[in-house]
Nanobody
Framework: QVQLVESGGGLVQAGGSLRLSCAAS????????MGWFRQAPGKEREFVAT????????MYADSVKGRFTISRDNAKNTVFLQMNSLKPEDTAVYYC????????????????WGQGTQVTVSS
């Protein structure tokens, strides 16, 4: 049974930083591309970033490019999202997700999801 558990969310002032982690179990972690998505109240879930199985390739939403960095540690079955220069519009529940291959930013392409962690950015 695949389990993804996010942590690291919280309340931060605009301009601040947070580092999210997602610990994976029940899957061969290095065999999965990983992604981060977010969902704000009243809005659809949107793509944030994705990383290939080896970590050599990444993609970002335009809204976070240059501010967020996705990375992974396959030895620790963990994917990270470093978020810098946070803005109030980054406020959302952040989810990590797994899929068998790299290259898609569509939520429907990801088969396993965590429960999410709340990120709130105050102005």
């Amino acid at each position: 049974q695949v389990q993804l558990v996010e942590s690291g969310g919280g309340l931060v002032q605009a301009g601040g930083s947070l580092r999210l982690s997602c610990a994976a179990s029940g899957l061969t972690f290095g065999g999965y591309a990983m992604g981060w998505f977010r969902q704000a109240p009243g809005k659809e879930r949107e793509f944030v970033a994705t990383i290939s199985r080896s970590g050599s390739s990444t993609m970002y939403a335009d809204s976070v490019k240059g501010r967020f960095t996705i990375s992974r540690d396959n030895a620790k079955n963990t994917v990270f999202l470093q978020m810098n220069s946070l803005k109030p519009e980054d406020t959302a529940v952040y989810y990590c997700a797994a899929r068998g291959s790299y290259g898609s930013s569509a939520p429907a392409a990801f088969s396993s999801w965590g429960q999410g962690t709340q990120v709130t950015v105050s102005s």
